[in-house]
């Protein structure tokens, strides 16, 4: 006698199939939104940063500020000569009166050492084109003295040492600041470095 409502016999009455799998866990969706939050908010600060404080920061006329080249420093020692630097001679005319006269120059530089040689080579192309200029304003008359050969050489000393971020006053100027008489309680000034660049020789010195 089979009983209503029993299980045919073979067969397995199974429970319900377990739920789908719950979602994640919302503590880890959120651990994973405050770590990106984090990240976006360090990368915000550190281009603040850089942009107010690290970047380079245009001078007023537009373009970027940049540090000026040092000034070639060197010191004659004692016992130590002088490197002599000749330049090629120079045929220039001069400015005289109908323009017919002109000087044959030729020019050695005189500096410290051979370091501040070579800095004066990087630059001997515009040191001689100051050179030709210089000379070309002067008359025959000027240059057969010797008060207009030893400006010249001032002028041309001056030219020289410009590229290596000396100064050399003119020969006015320097006569003028001896004769002044001293100036009482004058402050310390800072002692600039010695002039690299000694003297301006002529090899030679023809006019014609």
């Known amino acids: 006698m089979v009983l209503m409502g029993a299980a045919p016999e073979g067969f397995i009455v199974s429970a319900p199939a377990a739920a789908d799998a719950s979602a994640p866990p919302k503590a880890k969706g959120k ?45 004659a020692k004692p016992g130590v000569p002088p490197v002599f630097l000749p330049m090629d001679n120079m045929v220039v005319n001069l400015a005289d009166a109908g323009g017919e006269k002109f000087a044959q120059v030729g020019i050695t530089i005189g500096v410290v050492d051979q370091h501040v040689s070579d800095a004066v ?40 040492s410009a590229p ?23 402050k310390k000034k800072h002692v600039a470095p010695p002039n ?13």
Request: hydrophobic share 50%; no cysteine.
């Open 164 to 186: 290596l971020g000396y100064e050399v006053e003119d020969l006015e100027d320097e006569a003028a600041a001896e004769a002044a008489p001293p100036k009482k309680k004058a």
């Open 196 to 208: 690299p660049v000694l003297s301006v020789l002529f090899s030679s010195f023809i006019i014609q």
């Open 31 to 75: 651990k994973m939104v405050v770590i990106i939050v984090a990240v976006v908010l360090l990368l915000a600060i550190v281009g603040a940063v850089w942009f107010f404080f690290l970047r380079p920061h245009p001078s007023e006329d537009g373009e970027e500020a940049s540090t000026p080249a040092p000034a070639v420093h060197a010191e």
């Open 121 to 160: 080579k990087a630059h001997l192309p515009t040191i001689r084109s100051a050179a030709l200029m210089l000379i070309s304003q002067r008359s025959s008359e000027e240059l057969l003295t010797k008060e207009g050969k030893e400006k010249l050489a001032h002028d041309i000393l001056r030219e020289v």
